[in-house]
T-cell receptor
Framework: DTGVSQNPRHKITKRGQNVTFRCDPI?????LYWYRQTLGQGPEFLTY????????KSRLLSDRFSAERPKGSFSTLEIQRTEQGDSAMYLC?????????????FGSGTRLTVV | GQQVMQIPQYQHVQEGEDFTTYCNSS?????IQWYKQRPGGHPVFLIQ?????EVKKQKRLTFQFGEAKKNSSLHITATQTTDVGTYFC??????????FGPGTRLSVLP
């Protein structure tokens, strides 16, 4: 499978707990993005990496969110002290620099439920 | 950032009817991408439009970028049940990320 892989597919956690999600992008893609999507809404940008550098982060993103891409390959998104409002689908996408005609390739997402 | 609006929010059509969704902005758009998300699925890239007045076709789908680059449209001819899903337009904001519109949800009745 050469698509974008996300783990886990589902995560249920209690409010106040920390959670971490993983994204494995398409291997030749050097850009990786995290988006969040709630029911009935479009994906909302969170952050993106070019190789291992985090180049952009949404101004709306709480300090409880942090993302890493240590070796320019897979990425992790951590949410600390989860709140019920964090419940959403977390989507990872990757793309290749200068190949905009191919758009983003999204993974299947991690659905987070905070109870 | 630049917000894009999409109309209609929902559209129900009979199979075989045509369908059009519009993506509008009050400011000039840099470039527009269109995505389709099936129920329970993830967004799938369809097309990118860059040039003013650009028109691209993919089988029954026709994509258009307005002359003033403030709007875009997606038209589906003779809808099929496989066209069911939510169609999003996305605009490249400053930097490299794309801002997605709220989407148009299409239902096709057989």
């Amino acid at each position: 499978d050469t698509g974008v892989s996300q783990n886990p597919r589902h995560k249920i956690t209690k409010r106040g707990q920390n959670v971490t999600f993983r994204c494995d992008p398409i291997s030749e893609h050097n850009r990786l993005y995290w988006y969040r999507q709630t029911l009935g809404q479009g994906p909302e940008f969170l952050t993106y990496f070019q190789n291992e550098a985090q180049l952009e982060k949404s101004r709306l993103l709480s300090d409880r969110f942090s993302a890493e891409r240590p070796k320019g390959s897979f990425s992790t998104l951590e949410i600390q002290r989860t709140e019920q409002g964090d419940s959403a689908m977390y989507l990872c996408a990757s793309s290749f620099l200068d190949r905009g005609d191919y758009g983003y390739t999204f993974g299947s997402g991690t659905r987070l439920t905070v109870v | 950032g630049q917000q894009v609006m999409q109309i209609p929010q929902y559209q129900h059509v009979q199979e075989g009817e045509d369908f059009t969704t519009y993506c509008n902005s009050s400011t000039t758009l840099s470039n527009i991408q269109w995505y389709k998300q099936r129920p329970g699925g993830h967004p799938v890239f369809l097309i990118q439009l860059v040039k003013s007045g650009e028109v691209k076709k993919q089988k029954r789908l026709t994509f258009q970028f307005g002359e003033a680059k403030k709007n875009s449209s997606l038209h589906i001819t003779a809808t099929q049940t496989t066209d069911v899903g939510t169609y999003f337009c996305a605009n490249r904001e400053y930097g490299q990320n794309f801002v997605f519109g709220p989407g148009t949800r299409l239902s096709v009745l057989p």
